[in-house]
């Protein structure tokens, strides 16, 4: 088969792989580039598979940068572009559940595409645009399957990560696993283990955040592969409340809405903690916290000045297009109408500080400045004092009298 327009990522890179190719070595696009360009889905990275080992991709490009030479990768700085170009390659033992303990570069594509994950995966294009499908992956991408490429327990026993790839593929690209390909994700999965928390988190975050995620949860679910994740042993039914609690065609906004949805599911009581145990920044955490937060509120309360000042209009309104996606009451008009009529969103844009009300006022540094500046900051954001010095200044003297 041969792609009949070329995509212009690819495009971009042929001078690449034709550079490569007048040296007198093989080079392809290999990967989910390919796989997207089927499918006529954006494409993002797009990775060169050659029969150069790296010392010789070095020789023929003026610029590279050895990003992953002990194990075949080179990026090449070429036409305002940066190519990860990586040399066909098998592998020896896993020794961890995710890493060979050594590869071994081969002139061979069929051997490089042997090692991949999925046949779907396991594409490689020529610069005339011809594809090389060794393993059916056509026929899987039409029937929207996705199938191990040769043995799955071998696969899988290889790199366990790959049956999370495997469960946010499902999700991205709304394809079924396969029978025997699924039937390995649970017998392998308690090796999730093994893995990294860092790279759980990132695939079970693009399966959250995929437009099929309901599709990847499920499976994930009925792998038991979340019994062998951070802090999810046991909770397979509380997960599932995201399928039945959500609108089918919902789709999370981002990341903190959609983790902050998996906390409410589990009813997490130390979101923080939580998210501690899947590594994630401190940043992502207090976002997520405050998201719960805020949700929480809704459930007894309408929303005033006081709690959009806190937790600011987007949060709100993350928080109140979960309402929707349940079927609860909203008020989108009613968050921005408030949002509008504060003063300040931030305590930083108030005109007055607290070394303006020592020197002004006299006052000393420690508890009683400390609650004046509170007092003038809850004032502000009700609207009962105006963002003014001479307001302030008068405020604030009246409180210490």
Not at 149 to 176: H, P, Q, Y
Not at 328 to 347: E, G, M, N, P, R
Request: glycine fraction near 4%.
């Amino acid at each position: 088969m041969r792609l009949k327009n070329l995509p212009s990522e690819f495009q971009e890179a042929l001078p690449v792989l034709e550079k490569i190719k007048s040296a007198g070595y093989e080079a392809y696009f290999v990967g989910g580039s390919v796989r997207d360009a089927l499918l006529n889905r954006p494409i993002h990275d797009v990775d060169i598979a050659t029969s150069s080992y790296p010392q010789e991709t070095k020789r023929i490009f003026e610029r590279t940068v050895d990003i992953g030479i002990e194990h075949g990768t080179v990026l090449v700085l070429e036409n305002g572009g940066e190519y990860e170009v990586t040399t066909f390659r098998t592998e020896d033992v896993y020794v961890d559940y995710r890493r060979p303990k050594s590869v071994s570069f081969v002139r061979s594509l069929e051997e490089d595409l042997k090692r991949r994950d999925f046949t779907v995966n396991a594409f490689a294009l020529a610069e005339d645009a011809q594809i090389v499908d060794l393993f059916d992956g056509f026929s899987d991408l039409e029937n929207q399957v996705l199938r191990a490429v040769g043995r799955a327990d071998e696969r899988f026993s290889e790199d366990a990560l790959r049956i999370m790839r495997g469960l946010r593929f499902a999700a991205s690209l709304n394809f079924t696993i396969e029978t025997s390909t699924f039937a390995a994700m649970k017998i392998y999965a308690p090796l999730l283990e093994k893995i990294s928390v860092e790279r759980s988190f990132i695939e079970f975050d693009k399966l959250l955040t995929a437009p099929y995620w309901k599709k990847g949860l499920e499976a994930l679910i009925q792998a038991k592969a979340c019994d062998y994740l951070p802090d999810l042993q046991g909770k397979a039914d509380k997960l599932a409340t995201l399928l039945t609690d959500y609108a089918d065609d919902f789709v999370f906004a981002t990341s903190e809405q959609a983790w902050a949805a998996l906390c409410l599911a589990l009813k997490i009581k130390n979101c923080k903690a939580f998210l501690k145990k899947w590594k994630t920044s401190s940043h992502f955490q207090k976002m997520v916290t405050q998201l719960v937060a805020i949700y929480d509120h809704r459930l007894t309360a309408v929303h005033d000045k006081q709690t959009l000042y806190r937790y600011s209009k987007p949060l709100a309104e993350l928080a109140e297009n979960l309402r929707q996606a349940q079927g609860l009451t909203v008020d989108f008009d009613l968050i921005a109408q408030l949002d509008a009529s504060l003063l300040i969103h931030h305590k930083k844009e108030i005109v007055v500080n607290g070394g303006d009300l020592m020197a002004q006022l006299g006052l000393r540094p420690g508890p009683a400045l400390g609650q004046v500046l509170n007092q003038i900051e809850a004032a502000i954001v009700q609207g009962e004092l105006a963002n003014e010095r001479e307001a302030i200044l008068a405020f604030a003297e009246s409180k210490i009298e």
